[in-house]
């Protein structure tokens, strides 16, 4: 009776070890504060309902959301940087890395098994105890199959795949996050191309203008209306006029080799035509704030790498408990290679305890509790890092809302300042042609005009630049529900 007892308890034991107990920590998203609306966002409930629903997917779809430009050659740069650029080649090939090795931990799930076929040839030494032996040579001719596998009692295997699958999330994120940070500068690199070729055209007018300012000062001078000292200041003028033009040509300059390299091709064989700046007017609203967590891919990211780090918690964990192996070889011996398979020449190998090794880790020194430690403190590392991105992400909507609201606001009151300083230009040019004004209120009042109207070339490209710096914060994704 004892015995029968006896043996139920045994099987009930090992049946219970090889179920497995994790000791993972169960996985739960850290809440994080945040509120209802942003601050910044003044718009109607409509305008709000474009957006679409947040719905939890790291790999989600960014979307063509450059289309709201409705520009042709825009659009063509996008899908040639999307083919060719390298930053994305290099994390597309990151995503693949962390595939191959999510693989590998879910190797560890199942058992290996190996061959091999192999001689070895051994003299005894004539001073060897057994005197049949002494000074022989003999040939050993083996081929075996060898298995192993580790019975995953308290989910050591399971944690390392949870981190694999979780880290491979994560390079999936960072890619989208690299794609979408690349359709952003490769849009933002486009505006600002325009924006010089507005500003390069302003020069155009003005140097054309200020050289026929000075024929006609030069004619005046000659005719002994007026003194040297204007024909002067009208040269001056003009000559710094074509200067700040090369200026803004050497910014163009960079800003297409810089647009080059986006796509993938070498600044000698790309150009863009030139063609200036088009006002941009369109309504980007933001959303809740909640969406965020779902529509950026680098929250996304440290969402998944925060995963990883509580996976690996149980990994750490499980090695403070016993490990299961069990191990095994079958295969033949012989002496003769005609007879080695044979199946009296058959030979196989069992680990103690019936095919198993149990081991239990009595001192190490501390060593695996220092990894738990570690493992733990890098999941809080991750969890700081996570609640950070999200602030982060806040911030930067903040930003863009206020910055579209207050540069749409800026553009209108410098619209006026331009209207008002032409006027003041053509009233002092009207002044100076009677003589009731000198020389130097028109060129005060010409300097007005190229300032203020350069000032609303470049409002126009932050204005651009704002708009699609809003459209990355916010993680892109944006469809108009009005078609």
Not at 74 to 96: F, P, T, Y
Not at 103 to 128: C, H, I, V, W, Y
Not at 262 to 281: E, K, M, N, V
Request: hydrophobic share 45%; charged share 25%.
């Amino acid at each position: 009776m004892i015995t029968r007892f006896s043996h139920a308890a045994a099987s009930g034991l090992l049946t219970a070890l090889l179920a497995g107990c994790s000791v993972a920590p169960t996985y739960e998203r850290p809440a994080v504060e945040m509120p209802g609306a942003f601050k910044e966002a003044r718009l109607s409930a409509a305008e709000q309902q474009r957006w679409k629903a947040a719905q939890p997917a790291d790999d989600l779809a960014r979307g063509r959301w450059w289309a709201i430009f409705k520009d042709p050659a825009l659009d063509a740069l996008q899908e040639h940087a999307m083919q060719a650029n390298q930053d994305l080649q290099a994390a597309a090939a990151r995503v693949k890395q962390a595939r191959a090795l999510q693989k590998n931990a879910r190797a560890d799930r199942f058992p290996e098994l190996t061959a091999g076929l192999g001689a070895n040839r051994q003299r005894t030494s004539e001073a060897a105890g057994d005197p049949a032996s002494a000074g022989g040579t003999a040939t050993l001719w083996r081929a075996q199959a060898g298995l192993s596998y580790e019975v995953d009692l308290f989910g050591r295997v399971a944690s390392e795949v949870d981190a694999a699958g979780a880290d491979t999330q994560r390079a999936q994120a960072l890619y989208h996050s690299v794609l979408l940070a690349l359709q952003a500068d490769v849009a933002q690199s486009y505006f600002l191309i325009r924006q010089l070729d507005g500003e390069a055209l302003l020069y155009e007018h003005t140097i054309a203008l200020r050289r026929l300012s000075l024929d006609l000062v030069e004619t005046r001078f000659r005719e002994g209306d007026i003194s040297e000292l204007d024909v002067a200041r009208a040269r001056s003028e003009l000559a710094a006029a074509r200067a700040e033009a090369l200026g803004v040509e050497r910014q163009r300059a960079a800003a297409e080799h810089g647009l080059a390299v986006l796509l993938g091709r070498p600044p000698a064989d790309f150009s863009l035509s030139h063609q200036p700046l088009a006002r941009i007017a369109v309504s980007i609203p933001a959303g809740l704030p909640s969406s965020l967590l779902e529509r950026r891919p680098d929250i996304a990211a440290a969402e998944r790498a925060l995963a990883a780090a509580n996976a690996r918690v149980g990994a750490a964990r499980a090695a403070l408990f016993p490990q299961l192996a069990l191990t095994g070889s079958f295969g033949f011996e012989s002496s003769e290679l005609d007879e080695l398979l044979r199946w009296s020449s058959r030979s196989f190998l069992l680990g103690p305890l019936i095919g198993t090794a149990l081991s239990m880790p009595i001192f190490d020194g501390g060593r695996r509790q220092a990894g738990v430690d570690r493992a733990r403190a890098r999941y809080e590392e991750d969890v700081a890092l996570y609640r950070q991105s999200v602030l982060k992400a806040f911030g930067e909507v903040e930003d863009g809302l206020s910055s579209l609201r207050l540069l749409g606001e800026q553009t209108e009151v410098q619209d006026t300042a331009v209207a008002a300083a032409a006027r003041a230009a053509e009233l002092s040019k009207t002044q100076y042609e009677a003589g009731s004004v000198s020389y130097l209120d028109v060129i005060d009042a010409d300097r007005e005009v190229l300032r203020h109207r350069r000032a609303v070339v470049q409002l126009d490209g932050l204005r651009a630049h704002a708009a699609v710096q809003l459209i990355r914060a916010i993680g892109g994704g944006w469809e108009d529900s009005r078609g």
